[in-house]
Structures are given as structure tokens and as C-alpha cells.
């Protein structure tokens, strides 16, 4: 039936070119080069990529979990899921490292260890990739927190 070129009263059926296009395979393409990474220039800290070597990209779970817990929870959010920084923005505790991610977070030194800081845990806080990335190695506090709800 499906074959069949006329419909039951004799008359040619109507092509469904919607249909076809849609289940014929697409011609193959050549490989072309990948795109250019586009710059946001409304918020270039959003071009910020990770400078190797990150301290704490091997740390052991305890210290991620004795860190992670200096954040703020966010009300209504599994704390140990998700978390504001001491900047406000919001972290996410599986993207520990990843500067891919707009929640990625990073174990930074309050007290920078180029200035005579400590690995010790009160020296220690998580912060958004981003605003660790802006802070560096600055003493200076950062702003007070905006709590975004």
C-alpha cells in the first residue's frame, strides 16, 4: 500500500516533500575548520580562562567537603549540592575545577600563599572560579557579598 502511486479512488497521491526531506539522510559535509571562539565584550570576565596550574585540582575529597562547607547555603537548595560563595555568586559542588561552567569553583586562599599564607583550612574558601580568577593574589577584601535570591 505504501508504494502504491494512487490512493484508493485512483487519483495520484500527493507527495509529502516535508516528510522525505526530513527522513533523507543529509549529504555528507566536509570537515571544516572549528569556529573561532567568539569574546563577550558586554562582560570580558567571562573570557577568563583557567591559568594552569590550579593548586587544588587533585585535592582529596576531605578538603573539597572542609572547604565547600564555608559557603553559604542557599535556602531551599541541598547544601551539599549548591552553595553561594563568599561573593554571592553560586557555585556547584560537582564543578569543583571546571571554568567551563558558569557554577565552577575553586579552593582559593584568603590570605594569598605568594603573600605568606597557609594551607591550612582557616585560610582556606571556596569561590567562584570567576571571582578567584579576578582576585589573584590580592590581600585587599573583595566587595560584601550581594545575595542573589
Known amino acids: 500500500m505504501g508504494d502504491n502511486p494512487f490512493d484508493r479512488f485512483g487519483r495520484p497521491r500527493r507527495r509529502n516533500y516535508l516528510l522525505e526531506a526530513a527522513l533523507r539522510k543529509p549529504d555528507p559535509q566536509p570537515p571544516t575548520a572549528p ?8 562582560n570580558p570576565l567571562l573570557n577568563i580562562k583557567l591559568e ?3 593548586y587544588f585540582r587533585d585535592a582529596k575529597d576531605e578538603l573539597k567537603i572542609a ?13 551539599n549540592v549548591m552553595r553561594y560563595d563568599s561573593e554571592g555568586s553560586i557555585m556547584l559542588f560537582s564543578q569543583h575545577g571546571n571554568c567551563e561552567s558558569d557554577f565552577g569553583w575553586q579552593i582559593d586562599h584568603i590570605h594569598p600563599k605568594a603573600k605568606g599564607g597557609s594551607d591550612e583550612l582557616f585560610n582556606l574558601q571556596p569561590l567562584n572560579w570567576r571571582n578567584n580568577q579576578r582576585k589573584k593574589d590580592k590581600v585587599t577584601l573583595l566587595p560584601p557579598p550581594v545575595y542573589r535570591r
Open 35 to 42: 569556529p573561532r571562539p567568539r569574546l563577550n565584550l558586554r
Open 52 to 54: 594552569p596550574p590550579y
Open 67 to 79: 572547604v565547600w562547607r564555608k559557603g553559604k547555603p542557599i535556602l531551599g537548595y541541598d547544601p
